[in-house]
């Protein structure tokens, strides 16, 4: 399997940082794209550095390249991934103003019909930013904000991380153990009883 995988400047970076990691444990090429935001945005939240991130992905491309390999719809991927993706972001792919490799990525994608997961990172919602995802929706593209479920019990920042990396991981057909998927009230009951 091949995916693009971007980190936009919206708060969350550790979604794109926790996503290549599951997908280089998975084997599965990753060809990443870093805005200058999004890579502010991993010295403000996380502890990671950029080389370390870097090296989880096959290959990384300039957010200037927009003549790289991704940029074309005959480069042959599986989908693509932006987490977390900034309402800028997400406005340029609705309205396909291609100005970075991103976005240009994000739109070629679209047009080959191949998946596009869009983790949406703002809160709360006017009515633009719904219009944006309805119109991003209409093309095909995938919105998967990182919402926490509470039925798989999470204990910890990095259980409610994990899960919605594994959601983006579903869209993909990717098997995982990052969270306990629902089995009904009553496993849930015998779940609350073991902790």
């Known amino acids: 399997m091949r995916l693009v995988v971007g980190i936009s400047g919206a708060t969350g970076a550790i979604y794109g940082i926790r996503v290549l990691e599951v ?17 502010r945005t991993i010295e403000l939240e996380t502890d990671y550095d950029l080389k370390t991130i870097e090296n989880l992905a096959a290959e990384v491309h300039n957010i200037k390249n927009v003549g790289a390999s991704i940029a074309s719809g005959s480069f042959k991927i599986d989908g693509m991934i932006i987490a977390p993706c900034s309402i800028k972001s997400l406005s340029a792919i609705a309205n396909s103003y291609n100005e970075n490799l991103l976005i240009r990525s994000a739109d070629v994608t679209l047009k080959e019909r191949r998946k596009l997961v869009l983790v949406v990172r703002e809160t709360p919602l006017h009515l633009g930013h719904l219009q944006l995802m309805t119109m991003v929706a209409s093309m095909g593209g995938i919105l998967l904000p990182p919402m926490p479920a509470f039925y798989n019990l999470p204990r910890t920042i990095e259980d409610i991380i994990d899960q919605t990396v594994g959601k983006v991981l579903d869209q993909f057909g990717l098997e995982h153990t990052l969270f306990h998927r629902w089995r009904g009230a009553d496993a849930l009951e015998r779940d609350k009883k073991s902790y």
Do not use: F, Q, R, Y
């Open 23 to 39: 997908l280089h444990m998975h084997g599965v090429e990753t060809h990443l794209i870093l805005s200058d935001a999004g890579k």
